[in-house]
């Protein structure tokens, strides 16, 4: 066999560069960490804000409010409820009277609407046992939850004072104060569990301590560093939160296969008998040609989220793709300084058992094994493998999406089971449709008389309900009109209709008839059906862009159609059965008994768009480093059959390494409460 020539491709000078030139490339790269990281902190990173986050009518009512400066109050509802007395009965309206003046009390309430006064008949059940008490918090909403405790205190002492009602509160700020430490300690628990969880893998796959903290330590200090920077990029593109939990699970992904794909390799080369600079100029010319390829790859992926539409996709986009270019940039550079330094001292801490399972030649006895009988039967292979990746795409056809609501959250905590009775009481009621209106002057007698023509017309329909509220802004330029929606809330057909009938026809026959005002409806069920709607248009232009781009840049990396269409189709039929999957266990509810959860009966809105780039990207690194290999082989002169089962046995165990690591940390957020969170987690494992 031909040995390999001495490489000259841009990873094998990086190598070369960063092995002569160990301490600069070692020190500077924990000096650009430490600057990045400490000058991003003092920066800050600029939040994205709820308008630009929607699309749509949604989007545009949202901007309405920004522009006036409307506050959203955070409000609250106390539910009173008996299962025999009516509000009519002395004792219901006695319970009632308490919880309006123990609130009020606290000195933390404004506009605190007592079901029994005039005009609030609304906030009285049909079936005349539940009665809401509504008020406002005092302050800023955003702050709400750190003041909510006086007021969830004194509704306490209404419930022990009247022990044969049901005195619940519910609202913004005592739902996030309940959500902030529930969601909060799962995501704590999940990042502190990713990292020795990881690292476990790591000892296994390396069979010795020093190799496998090296990996991680690289991809912990790439995110570092993406995460200074994402604090000068969100100076242009606004972030979420999201962003930041999705770059560390995609940094720690990618960071760890990159380092994992070189150190690997230069393990095998030094194994094989090469000295400590050709094992490393091998690994640099070929493991690191993979790794750029990769990376590459991965980053267009993220990148076709910029088409997606929504703020928290472009966040996400540019959070992954600083990411994976630090994972890059640190696995081409200081890896191999590294190595060049320690040398064979990288195996300290070695593990015997594990390199038991491993040939002198790289090549897995396990998966040595299995190749060994499928490269016998090939068609029947690829028909069976195939088969079963077509079949588990087939359920994906059926999938429905919807922005999550409360049957997202943990359905055991107190305040979620609050707000399921006060729906089911007050359909609507607690997630109602928003209609913002601008005007020069909303109290105006024709702006006025047409938001009461609103209110009349919205109840005439029955798809809408009591209790109606309007809401104006200091400078009287801008009404907000929450309406109750039949149903059950975002996802629901009932609830869409009802919105699609005030978006249609009750708004245009009322407000929108008046010159110079301007109408637009939001609210969760409005953000959901606007989110779903631009999905549908925009996901298209994001596959297209992906698969386009995704193709180029396999097309000149091996210079063959075939291993580029190869590679696509089979990545889209991984993506696809991903899909399937995530329908029959979250849609369907196949997996409820398994995973703790409920089926809300859709996948979130915004996670099929987000998976097809993360997994088509993040897949597409096993491929590009499998075909590496086995055209690195054939170029050697290997027959190609040779070429096919060398390359894959002697990738497969540092790919199902690789993988592994993936499934592990992706897995742990199938742990967490909130539904969608396992959506996130499951798909990729």
Not at 206 to 217: D, N, T
Not at 297 to 319: K, R
Not at 574 to 589: E, H, M, N, T
């Amino acid at each position: 066999m031909t040995p390999l020539k001495r490489s000259n491709n841009i990873a094998a000078r990086m190598g070369r560069w960063s092995a002569r030139h160990w301490k600069t490339a070692t020190f500077g790269w924990l000096a650009f960490v430490a600057v990045a990281f400490l000058l991003g902190s003092q920066i800050g990173t600029v939040q994205l804000t709820e308008a630009e986050d929607l699309t749509g009518q949604s989007a545009k009512a949202e901007q309405i409010l920004k522009s006036a400066g409307f506050e959203q109050p955070a409000t609250e509802y106390v539910l009173v409820q008996s299962s025999s007395l009516r509000v009519g009965d002395q004792a219901f309206e006695t319970t009632v009277n308490d919880v309006v003046a123990r609130v009020n009390e606290t000195g933390l309430v404004e506009n605190l609407r007592s079901p029994y006064a005039d005009g609030n008949a609304g906030q009285i059940s049909k079936d005349g046992r539940s009665a809401l008490v509504q008020f406002d918090v005092k302050g800023e909403s955003e702050d709400a939850a750190d003041r909510v405790e006086p007021l969830l205190d004194a509704v306490a002492a209404v419930r022990e004072a009247h022990p044969g009602f049901i005195v619940e509160e519910y609202g913004f700020a005592s739902s996030m104060k309940a959500l902030d430490y529930t969601v909060g300690k799962d995501f704590q628990r999940a990042e502190i569990l990713s990292i020795p969880l990881t690292l476990g893998i790591l000892i296994v796959a390396f069979g010795a301590l020093l190799a496998a903290f090296l990996p991680l330590v690289l991809a912990l200090t790439a995110f570092a560093a993406a995460l200074g920077l994402l604090a000068f990029a969100s100076q242009a593109f606004h972030v979420n939160d999201a962003a930041n939990s999705v770059m560390l699970l995609i940094g720690l992904a990618v960071g760890v296969d990159y380092s994992l794909f070189y150190l690997k390799r230069e393990r095998e080369e030094r194994a094989a008998g090469k000295s400590k600079e050709a094992a490393l100029e091998a690994a640099a010319a070929t493991s690191g040609r993979a790794v750029l390829i990769s990376g590459l790859t991965v980053m267009v992926a993220m990148a076709g989220m910029f088409f997606a539409g929504g703020g928290t996709f472009t966040g996400i986009a540019v959070a992954t793709i600083l990411v994976v270019a630090m994972a890059v940039v640190g696995s081409l550079t200081v890896l191999p300084a590294l190595l060049s330094k320690l040398g064979d001292k990288v195996e300290l801490g070695h593990i015997p058992l594990v390199s038991r399972l491993r040939r002198e030649d790289g090549e897995g006895r396990i998966w040595g094994a299995i190749l060994d009988r499928v490269l016998r039967r090939p068609l029947v292979s690829a028909l069976a493998s195939g088969g079963l990746l077509v079949a588990l795409t087939v359920p994906a056809f059926g999938i429905h999406t919807s922005i999550p609501g409360a049957d997202d959250l943990p359905q055991n905590l107190p305040v979620i089971q609050t707000y399921s009775r006060i729906q089911e009481a007050f359909p609507g009621g607690p997630a109602p449709a928003q209609v913002v209106v601008r005007a020069d002057d909303v109290t105006s007698p024709a702006v006025a008389g047409a938001i009461r023509d609103l209110h009349d017309e919205a109840l005439a329909t029955r798809q809408m309900r009591e209790p109606i509220q309007v809401d104006v802004n200091p400078a009287g330029t801008v009404a907000v009109v929450s309406i109750p929606l039949a149903g059950e809330g975002t996802g629901d057909a009932v609830s869409e209709r009802a919105l699609e009938t005030l978006r249609t026809d009750v708004l245009p026959a009322t407000v929108g008839e008046l010159d110079g005002v301007e109408a637009a409806v939001t609210g969760e069920i409005a953000a959901s059906k606007d989110f779903n709607d631009t999905m549908k248009s925009r996901a298209p232009i994001v596959f297209a862009f992906v698969l386009a781009l995704a193709f180029g840049l396999l097309l000149i990396a091996f210079r063959s159609i075939v291993i580029a269409v190869k590679a696509i189709v089979l990545n889209l039929l991984s993506v696809g059965a991903a899909y399937g999957l995530l329908v029959l266990l979250f849609q369907k509810g196949w997996g409820e008994s398994i995973l703790g959860f409920e089926s809300t009966g859709a996948i979130v809105s915004w996670l099929p768009l987000f998976l097809f780039v993360v997994l088509f990207g993040l897949s597409m690194d096993y491929h590009v480093f499998i075909l590496s290999r086995i055209r690195e082989a054939f170029d050697r002169g290997l027959p190609t059959e040779d070429a096919i089962a060398h390359g894959i046995k002697t990738t497969a165990g540092v790919v199902t390494a690789a993988a592994i690591v993936m499934v592990a940390v992706f897995s742990i957020f199938g742990t967490l409460s909130q539904v969608s969170m396992k959506e996130v987690g499951l798909p990729p494992s």
